[in-house]
């Protein structure tokens, strides 16, 4: 028994002693002790109760005496019945524990007045009070707080949106949002993924385990059964936490004034207790954080996800938003979110609306709280750096920010690895979505295109501003491999530096051959497909209300969804696209049908806000649907 106790000891100092920033509230800490000479057994034992806690020592000794086979893993605190999730099932080993410096509450942070309560599995105050702050900042006015605190995450009740997330308050959409995109991917490419999730079972979050191919989904939207809806939910949420988790482990943010009492009611009544629970309760302080917050780690995707699935009435509460965009900060961990961020003074909750700031779509995203959407790091010089989205990612973000040049969209948000983007307006998010999976396959132009495009933002320092020097402008040229007729290329280089749209406009003019777009064949043909919108905000239907609430005069309040049919011209002008179909609808003579002509004149192009964020996606894009435009406010 000796013997392990030191092997125990030597697994926590190696753990704490991992040198991997950043953790700027424990670093001096560290350095003391990892100086610290360990002259004795007793100066060991007094180093591993600094590092590890009084309250994990306690848990560890526990284990030993009942379990000598499992001296080297620490248990949990327990959130639900011990006869519904095993001991066994709830200790997190700390041979495949994440570094402690990706954890926001690691064990060797927890000491006596911090980290969780050894019994309750509280916030320590001091993460409840630095976690408050990140989150709503020193001045939160109680809308705002009201909006956090009245937005559970449940699907809609009505038939055409049944797959959607319903939103009633104005604050939390980028967090639906985010989740509603991952909760997307999984109910149309991957429903038969979407069985009960069974503990200790391997489990399949992410792209890896997903080869993706061609696949064209069902477009019923209410053919999902509720089980497959919240087996979706529970998977979309386990991958978000993961990802945030580095993909090690996941922390889930429940509430300690909810417990036995949804746990012995009827699946059917668990929305009324947990109503009925939750009357009264607010937090307005990282003090009420810290007594109402329970918080528990999960290394194992298999119990996280069982987690989750119990917790789902929690979620679907009034405080279920808030709760998820707790344990997506804490999976992250608090220190690296503000790491992430290139100003970590502004609270994650944007004033005076409550919005959800940029940070946040992108740690639901991509696993990041970057502040920028473009690719990369961008380097400003002196040291001085914007951090940007570094990886590809399952379900990607657009934003009609960028057709005003507020910013750039890297090709990691817009080009995901599943057609789905999170919308972003000046103050909303919505989700869009194809079915076929080849809506992003793109033909040689289209490539080509994308290459010109990414080696002009490679040399872009200005922030998405746009332009470029004249040295990095010879760069593109020798990595795109185009040559410019000699007055071409002093005209673009005569101010100084290159703008994009005017390269842009000589690119389409340049010949193919030359490296540039204009193809002279006519080969290429034009892009015709299906995209879908989803706005999860409830609201009164435009076209007059043909569902009403009480069979009165008040349209019923409810999500949108609209069906676009999007055409990418042929030859990068819309002018030549339209000349196009006119030939050849001309020229089908009397093979053709008075009906099939008919057909196949093309609509007249339609135009919403929403259009000038796929046009940022597919350029030149004309689109077309039925009814009220879709809205993405």
Known sequence: MADQ????????????????????????????????????????????????????????????????????????????????????????????????????????????SRGFAPKEAN??????????????????????????????????????????????????????????????????????????????????????????????????????????????????????????GSNKRAVIATLTTIGHDIEGSEDSHKDEVLAKALEGLSIESGSDMQKVIRVDAYTSQATALQKLEEALPVFRSRMG??????????????????????????????????????????????????????????????GMCLKGISTSVEVGFLTL??????????????????????????????????????????????????????????????GGGGFISVEGFQQVIRDTNIRLPREKLDHLCGSGFIVWSEFWQVILDLDKSLGGLKDSTGLMGKKVFDLYHFNGIAKSDLNGGQVSSSGGDTPLQRPRLTKLRVSVPPRWTPEEFMADVAVSSASGGNESSGKETEAAKPEPPQHAPLVDCIRTRWARAVCNWIGDPPSIV
């Open 321 to 382: 938003a808030m709760l998820f965009l707790i344990s997506a900060l804490l999976s992250r961990g608090l220190d690296y979110v503000q790491a992430d961020r290139d100003d970590p003074t502004p609270s994650l909750v944007t004033a005076p609306f409550g919005h959800a700031s940029q940070e946040i779509v992108n740690l639901l995203l991509c696993g990041q709280a970057v502040p920028n959407v473009f690719d990369g790091r961008m380097d400003l010089g002196g």
């Open 401 to 462: 920010l960028e057709s005003l040049n507020f910013c750039k969209v890297g090709q990691h948000l817009k080009c995901p690895k599943w057609p789905i983007w999170v919308v972003g307006s000046e103050s909303h998010y919505t989700v869009l979505f194809a079915l076929d999976t080849s809506v992003q396959d793109e033909n040689e132009l289209e490539e080509r295109e994308s290459h010109i495009r990414k080696a002009f933002d490679a040399q872009d320092k200005s």
């Open 5 to 112: 106790e030191d092997e125990d000891l030597k697994m926590a100092l190696r753990m704490s002693m991992q040198n991997t920033p950043p953790e700027p509230k424990r670093s001096k800490q560290r350095e003391a002790a990892a100086a610290a000479p360990l002259a004795s057994p007793e100066d060991c034992r007094r180093l591993q109760r600094e590092l590890m806690a009084a309250a994990a020592e306690k848990r560890m000794k526990e284990a030993k005496d009942s379990s000598p086979t499992s001296n080297s893993s620490v248990s949990l605190p327990k959130i639900v019945k011990s006869g519904e999730i095993t001991s066994k099932e709830r200790v997190l080993d700390l041979k495949n524990a994440p570094s402690s410096s990706n954890l926001s509450v690691p064990l060797p942070k927890v000491a006596k």
């Open 123 to 244: 916030l320590g105050i001091e993460e409840a009070n630095q976690l408050f702050s990140m989150m709503f900042g020193s001045e939160v006015s109680k809308d705002i707080l009201a909006q956090w605190s009245n937005q559970g995450i449940r699907f809609s009740s009505d038939s055409e949106t049944s797959m959607g997330l319903v939103q009633h308050e104005g604050g939390p959409c980028g967090v639906l949002a985010a989740i509603q995109a991952f909760v997307l991917k999984y109910l149309l490419f991957f429903p038969d993924e979407l069985g009960k999730v069974a503990l200790n079972a391997p489990q399949t979050l992410g792209s890896k385990n997903f080869p993706k191919k061609r696949y064209v989904a069902t477009s019923n939207f209410a053919s999902p059964t509720e089980d497959a809806k919240s087996r979706a939910l529970v998977k979309s949420m386990g991958e978000i936490l993961f990802s945030c």
